[in-house]
């Protein structure tokens, strides 16, 4: 389908359209752009339970202040495991990775599509536990709550299960596409720094989302029949510890890819390769070992030994190391380059931003007093929220401004982008620094963000939400604008480096057919 | 000025031990500050000085890594990562180990309530301590996970069920400062709110002596109410008619309740008595047998209190009874 003129003028979109076509697609590039649609979707979710807790909680709790925990409880899982972890490795992952290393397609083309398939599934189980019973135990399935609340925790258990399994699936295919399918003149180290991000996270999808899942099952499996390593009578730091063990490097496996994007997309708006990519890749897989090592940094105060907490404690703050090496030469790459001054790089200052103050929370949750003060308050779900909503996100936005010529075949207007990139910023930090206040003087996570004791920070935080809400609105009806008005777009607008930009844009199904 | 806008983020502090938790946060957060500024406001200036002149022009390869400047840049941050580690480590070595001569507590955690346990027996819903005297909290959960929160004293301990934590504070400046459950438990509604009172030696030893007797100048049912809110009941069953876990107790004594067994039940003072020591007997149609047995932590003089204060809250008040009455106003009268 690529050989005919008309064709490849648009194409892999060229190819069989209808949903049913595009369901059963096994193209890499169709099952990335699906991908891109159902996780906006859930980060559409996610604003609107966020949402639903700054209306109802404008008035205090409202009547009926179960609402508020319930959506809390949806919000994060939705966020974190439907969002966070697996956005860009299944977005910007599936797209760009075999064209980045010469590849036609992913290793297993059938476990793409499967992945996706898993996801959806995982997605409506989920909603439909929100629809028949929500239940309201926190997003951390504590144990024996988990056991004894009421709702339907069935559907969400099973939807769990799925987004797991979808995970592993996503991961396995990315290791094995970039093991097996590198062209024959690249090795490891000639590999750009957005497929050595998504590799590395690749790992980590793969080995916490089989490990999900089975938690998850034996979680079930307590509920339902009351046996089982989480059952009915076993210790709840038995579940939580695993629950961390899973969750806490979900943070990192966001992290990885979005820094390996950020700096395939900065060396591509500066025209100049990054002055030390071995320190780059080394501070990478750094980062990969401190995020599997640091889940106990949850545990302090729940009953851990003191001792323990402690170790855990100073593997945490080892982030700083791999955080300083990334820092200085995203810095170092832009130092005498040729830059652009284009949406991408508003994303980039956003996430340069957001990244260095998750990094400065990580200290003050790491430090052993001041941690055990301000762990399990607002201040610590304010860094999970720096992640997700200033770093994961922020690399998304300026991969897909910087991609979306080679993705869709249309040009971008960088005016508005960097006005939509700008009221993000905006946003995301007028909404998460009045939340690090209220943490700091104690109001506890994940009670609704306005509980008790603030004093027009709330406000302020559900302001902030317009922002991002209006800024994400205008990048997103950008990037739809720029598919209704049909300007030719080369095949290599920014000038960078890289096989992606060597075939056409859109790519031809095939890619380098 | 820093300072200034430090005070706006922690509380005031009143313990003696606010300051081995506000010292380490007031230095890292002038050192992230400074950090988070200056690596930005290094990016903005690359992106302004080295902006793109025209559309053919690349970067200069190889530039920007600089051996000493490198060299320099990761010193700072493992310096700051040390800091952290060894400014906050004294004051977490103090919090484990409580001073000799501190004052026991007992806390006891339920949904919706904190009970305190003093020496000698006396419990209460609000946390006393006298200005200058170490408390010690020794803290169980008798249903889900818990926490408690008492940020003037930059306190924060999860009480899991199955194990007994620990925290101690030494309160400094008397004033009343909140306490709370901190720990999402759930689906009833209400988070455990109460107060850590710290009064003045004098104050806190005449309050030790009236809290000696829950009847001492109390009525039955101000006892009963006293009850409600102690033990948690508050958490499932309302006084105003809204229906939670359990049913509401407006109106529930003396009328006919229909139970999942399709029988009815005269609801008087021997039910209430079954219904709290043995709660999932005689199950109201539409609840779930979920109440945790009250058998053991409520004596007979507690009921029947809890059933005076009930009256109170019902229509059927002291009319609709016939023998129930007089058999309840016996174990009231007993005592």
Known sequence: ?513 | MTMMFLATWLPRAASGNAGVVDGPFQNLYVITAFSVVLVTGLALVFIRTFGRQDEDQRGDEGSGFSRPLFGLWMLAALAMAVFSIASGLPGYVDSTVPPYGAVPVGVTARTGAFTFEYPGGNSVDTLHAAVGQPVVLTMESTDVVHGLSIPAMRLHQAIVPGRTSRAWFTPTLADTFALQDDIFSGDSLLVARTALVVQNQADYDAWMQSVADIFAGRTLPEVGELLYNRMGCKACHTINGAKLVGPSFLNVYGHQAKLRDGSTVLVDAEYIKESILYPNNKVVEGYEPVMTPFLGKLDDKEIGAIVEWLKTLSEHGGAAETGAAAADSTAGGKE
Request: hydrophobic share 55%; charged share 10%; glycine share 14%.
């Open chain 1, 1 to 513: 389908m690529s050989n005919g003129a008309v064709a490849s003028a648009r194409g892999y979109l060229a190819g069989p359209s209808g949903l049913g076509a595009w369901f059963s697609s096994r193209d890499h590039k169709r099952v990335g752009m699906m991908y891109l649609g159902w996780t906006m979707g859930v980060l559409l979710l996610g604003l609107l339970f966020q949402l639903l807790m700054v209306i109802r909680s404008v008035g205090g709790m409202g009547e009926d202040p179960a609402i508020i925990f319930r959506a809390i409880t949806y919000d994060r899982l939705l966020l974190v495991f439907l969002f966070l972890a697996p956005v860009i490795p299944v977005t910007l992952g599936y797209f760009l990775l075999p064209l980045q290393i010469g590849a036609r397609n992913m290793a297993l083309p059938g476990l793409s599509i499967w992945s996706l398939r898993f996801y959806a599934a995982g997605l409506v189980f989920l909603l439909a536990s929100y629809v028949f019973g929500a239940v309201a135990c926190g997003w951390t399935l504590a144990t024996p709550l988990s056991l004894t609340a009421p709702g339907s925790f069935t559907p969400l258990f099973l939807g769990l299960a799925l987004v797991g399994l979808s995970w592993l699936q996503t991961g396995v295919n990315i290791i094995l596409t970039v093991n097996t399918g590198r062209d024959e003149d690249m090795g490891f180290f000639d590999m750009p720094l957005m497929t050595w991000g998504v590799y590395l996270g690749g790992y980590l999808l793969a080995a916490m989302g089989i490990l999900l899942a089975v938690i998850v099952l034996y979680l079930a499996a307590g509920r339902a029949v009351g046996h089982g390593p989480f059952g009915p009578g076993s210790d709840p730091l038995a579940w939580l510890g695993y629950f961390w063990f899973v969750t806490r490097p979900a943070a990192y496996f966001a992290v990885i890819p979005a820094v390996g994007v950020i700096f395939s997309v900065v060396e591509g708006i500066s025209r100049k390769r990054t002055p030390g990519y071995r320190w780059v890749v080394g501070a990478m897989i750094t980062l990969l070992a401190v995020g599997v090592s640091t889940w106990g940094i949850h545990l302090g105060p729940w009953g851990q030994a003191p001792q323990t907490t402690f170790v855990f404690s100073v593997l945490s703050v080892l982030v700083v190391i791999p955080a300083a090496v990334l820092g200085y030469f995203l810095l170092a790459t832009l130092y005498r380059g040729a830059v652009a001054c284009a949406a991408p790089t508003t994303f980039t200052v956003a996430f340069l931003l957001h990244a260095g103050i998750a990094v400065s929370i990580s200290l003050f949750l790491a430090s052993p007093a001041p941690g055990a003060y301000l762990g399990a308050t607002m201040f610590a779900t304010a860094q999970l929220n720096y992640i997700l909503w200033g770093c994961v996100l922020a690399a998304l936005l300026a991969g897909l401004n910087f991609w979306w010529p080679k993705m869709t075949g249309h040009t971008l207007n960088q005016a508005v982008g960097r006005f939509g990139g700008f009221l993000y910023l905006l946003g995301v930090n007028l909404m998460f620094i009045p939340q690090l206040i209220l943490g700091a003087r104690g109001v506890p996570a994940d009670m609704g963000p306005f509980a008790e004791g603030a004093t027009g920070l709330g406000e302020t935080s559900g302001l902030g939400m317009l922002f991002l809400f209006f800024g994400l609105m205008t990048v997103v009806s950008n990037f739809i604008g720029s598919l209704v008005c049909d300007k030719p777009v080369a095949d290599n607008p920014w000038g960078a480096e890289g096989r992606e930009w060597l075939v056409s844009s859109p790519p031809p199904a095939g890619n380098f057919d």
